[in-house]
């Protein structure tokens, strides 16, 4: 009985020491797998920036150096929109109702001030130059009655009640007639005219500006009520632009300043202009104030009162960290430079990385540039060659 036992524990010892081999060797397969992969990946990754020796940075023309500090027009970026004055706005409108019996001009025509735009039929109109002639006639009488009481007065003939009452008349009708004259005249009817029996039926609606008509709201034909708008003339010479500047900005901006436009929708031409007048409120919840500019349009180019504009407000030269123009590629629509990470050493091997910034002002073969990450004052970034790295960066990236 114990020579059997003795058998059997060699057997079962046996059977968990392969069990245990069996699953070392898969684990080690296991590990070497993964050790495999990890080697793959690591072979994989994108070294971090571009290495150059001394030798090729001299071939191809790479000058490294530190971020300068230049005075630079600064400038201020706005929006806004063209405008004319109110003055040179016009809404075209009639003191009396009537029928519009013809319109002399169409949307678009160039007008003068005083030019007839539209007649207007109103029969109430021959009632006020019967109501001008009768006070005319009447005036005759009481102006001759006024004078003999007056001549009577001075040589000591007559009694004041008499004469007062006669002055009283006399002062009465003149206002009315000149009542009368002002309302023909504000239809453009002259009353001159009136006096040698020329009675009109309709009045004239003349151009209170010089400009060009704008849109016409009424049609031939039509009825008006006092103080209708039927169309609108607009002078375009004062057009100026109304641009909206933020409150982190209003600091800076000043009357007389140079501002220089870019038509948004039209192909981004460049007009200049002049800070003539800051608003002393803010617009609505926006916090930003209306700044007003004139605009030199010496090249008569078409302003059209709506046109959208992005402005750069010059607020005079500051000391601001700048680099050459061309240290600075564009890619993917963003603008970066090139820093320099370590330095020679025993390899003999300069590193550059990208560095995203934003641009300001251009002058002088130099750009201001505000990096979007912490540099330290000591950086050095290269000043020339930099399409050549961004070259390679992008070569690179294809590669990889």
Same mark, same amino acid.
Request: contains cysteine; proline residues 3%; charged residues 20%.
């Given at each position: 009985?114990?020579?059997?036992?003795?058998?059997?524990?060699?057997?079962?010892?046996?059977?968990?020491?392969?069990?245990?081999?069996?699953?070392?060797?898969?684990?080690?397969?296991?590990?070497?797998?993964?050790?495999?992969?990890? @080697?793959?990946?690591?072979?994989?990754?994108?070294?971090?920036? =571009?290495?150059?020796?001394?030798?090729?940075?001299?071939?191809?023309?790479?000058? %490294?150096?530190?971020?300068?500090?230049?005075?630079?027009?600064?400038?201020?970026?706005?929006?806004?929109?063209?405008?004319?004055?109110?003055?040179?706005?016009?809404? $075209?409108?009639?003191?009396?109702?009537?029928?519009?019996?013809?319109?002399?001009?169409?949307?678009?025509?160039?007008?003068?001030?005083?030019?007839?735009?539209?007649?207007?039929?109103?029969?109430?109109?021959?009632?006020?130059?019967?109501?001008?002639?009768?006070?005319?006639?009447?005036?005759?009488?009481?102006? %001759?009655?006024?004078?003999?009481?007056?001549?009577?007065?001075?040589?000591?003939?007559?009694?004041?009640?008499?004469?007062? #009452?006669?002055? %009283?008349?006399?002062?009465? /009708?003149?206002?009315?007639?000149?009542?009368?004259?002002?309302?023909?005249?504000?239809?453009?009817?002259?009353?001159?005219?009136?006096?040698?029996?020329?009675?009109?039926?309709?009045?004239?609606?003349?151009?209170?500006?010089? @400009?060009?008509?704008?849109?016409?709201?009424?049609?031939?034909?039509?009825?008006?009520?006092?103080?209708?708008?039927?169309?609108?003339?607009?002078?375009?010479?004062?057009?100026?632009?109304?641009?909206?500047?933020?409150?982190?900005?209003?600091?800076? *901006?000043?009357?007389?300043?140079?501002?220089?436009?870019?038509?948004?929708?039209?192909?981004?031409? =460049?007009?200049?202009?002049?800070?003539?007048?800051?608003?002393? #409120?803010?617009?609505? /919840?926006?916090? @930003?104030?209306?700044?007003?500019?004139?605009?030199?349009?010496?090249?008569?180019?078409?302003?059209?009162? @709506?046109?959208?504009?992005?402005?750069?407000?010059?607020?005079?030269?500051?000391?601001?960290?700048?680099?050459? *123009?061309?240290?600075?590629?564009? #890619?993917?629509?963003?603008?970066?430079?090139? $820093?320099?990470?370590? /330095?020679?050493?025993?390899?003999?091997?300069?590193?550059?990385?990208?560095?995203?910034?934003?641009?300001?002002?251009?002058?002088?073969?130099?750009?201001?540039?505000?990096? =979007?990450?912490?540099?330290?004052?000591?950086?050095?970034?290269?000043?020339?060659? %930099?399409?050549? =790295?961004?070259?390679?960066?992008?070569?690179?990236?294809?590669?990889?």
């Amino acid at each position: 009985m114990n020579i059997r036992k003795y058998k059997l524990i060699p057997a079962a010892f046996l059977m968990v020491v392969a069990f245990a081999s069996c699953s070392g060797d898969s684990d080690k397969k296991e590990a070497d797998a993964k050790e495999s992969a990890g @080697g793959a990946e690591t072979k994989k990754e994108k070294p971090d920036g =571009l290495e150059l020796t001394a030798e090729q940075m001299q071939t191809v023309g790479i000058v %490294a150096g530190p971020i300068a500090q230049k005075n630079l027009d600064s400038v201020i970026k706005a929006n806004g929109q063209l405008a004319v004055p109110p003055q040179n706005k016009a809404d $075209v409108s009639i003191l009396s109702g009537g029928i519009i019996n013809h319109i002399s001009v169409i949307e678009g025509q160039q007008v003068k001030r005083g030019q007839l735009l539209a007649t207007i039929k109103n029969q109430d109109l021959i009632k006020i130059q019967q109501d001008y002639l009768a006070a005319k006639n009447n005036f005759t009488y009481v102006q %001759a009655e006024y004078n003999r009481q007056k001549q009577l007065q001075d040589a000591g003939a007559g009694t004041g009640k008499s004469f007062q #009452s006669s002055e %009283a008349t006399y002062n009465a /009708e003149r206002s009315r007639i000149t009542a009368y004259e002002s309302q023909l005249s504000q239809l453009g009817i002259s009353p001159g005219r009136i006096d040698n029996g020329r009675i009109v039926s309709q009045f004239p609606v003349l151009s209170p500006i010089g @400009g060009t008509v704008g849109q016409i709201t009424a049609n031939t034909g039509a009825f008006v009520q006092p103080g209708t708008s039927i169309m609108e003339v607009v002078d375009n010479s004062k057009i100026h632009c109304d641009l909206t500047v933020f409150e982190k900005d209003l600091m800076h *901006v000043k009357v007389g300043q140079k501002v220089s436009f870019q038509l948004t929708n039209q192909e981004n031409q =460049l007009i200049t202009g002049t800070i003539n007048g800051i608003n002393k #409120s803010f617009e609505n /919840e926006s916090k @930003g104030v209306t700044v007003h500019a004139v605009i030199n349009n010496k090249e008569q180019k078409n302003l059209i009162p @709506g046109m959208y504009v992005t402005a750069l407000i010059s607020t005079g030269s500051r000391l601001t960290a700048a680099v050459p *123009v061309d240290a600075v590629v564009r #890619s993917e629509g963003k603008q970066f430079i090139f $820093v320099v990470i370590s /330095e020679a050493g025993k390899n003999d091997l300069i590193k550059f990385k990208k560095a995203e910034v934003t641009t300001g002002v251009t002058e002088l073969g130099y750009v201001q540039i505000k990096p =979007l990450d912490y540099l330290p004052a000591t950086a050095q970034v290269a000043l020339k060659g %930099a399409f050549y =790295l961004q070259s390679k960066a992008a070569g690179g990236a294809e590669e990889e």
